[in-house]
């Protein structure tokens, strides 16, 4: 079902999802970067009466990843602050390559180089400018659960 406020569609269909929610130091610069290396459109921000970015949406290919901005006196870091980010966001592209080299342009950092892995992917890892590690991933070839286990027992 779905109300309609003003001029926003309200889905208030109930289903059970993961969207990752990002606490960022500087919101804005983030949505500039996911939209110029990933190809993510905003779909909504939010700015509290002091200008903090409470809440923010962008959509990468069917994904939804929301943010909202750090603000250490709510308790909300981001990975900067708290000596790094423990979570891996694993993205699925045509062109991981090209996305490694517009992340890296825009300040992003290499963390493990893209190559073609043992488990049929070509990969690699990059940390955003505001501390947030991406896998950059695309499907390779379609390999059996044995063959893995044995090229990675060899690798």
Not at 66 to 79: D, I, Q
Not at 82 to 91: A, C, D, E, T
Request: proline share 5%; aromatic share 6%.
């Amino acid at each position: 079902m779905t109300r309609c406020h003003a001029a926003v569609m309200v889905n208030t269909e109930i289903r059970s999802e993961v969207q990752p929610r990002l606490v960022i130091e500087r919101v804005d610069d983030a949505i500039a970067f996911y939209c110029a290396t990933f190809g993510a459109e905003l779909i909504e921000r939010y700015v509290d009466a002091t200008g903090v970015v409470v809440h923010a949406a962008i959509r990468i290919g069917t994904s939804i990843v929301t943010m909202a901005e750090e603000v250490k006196a709510w308790r909300l870091l981001g990975p900067t602050a708290i000596g790094g980010s423990p979570v891996l966001l694993h993205l699925t592209l045509h062109d991981p390559d090209a996305a490694c080299a517009r992340a890296t342009e825009r300040g992003g950092t290499v963390v493990i180089p893209l190559q073609d892995r043992p488990w049929g992917k070509r990969e690699g890892r990059i940390r955003d400018p505001f501390g947030h590690l991406w896998i950059l991933s695309r499907p390779i070839e379609v390999v059996s659960a044995e063959k893995i286990r044995d090229r990675v027992s060899r690798s």
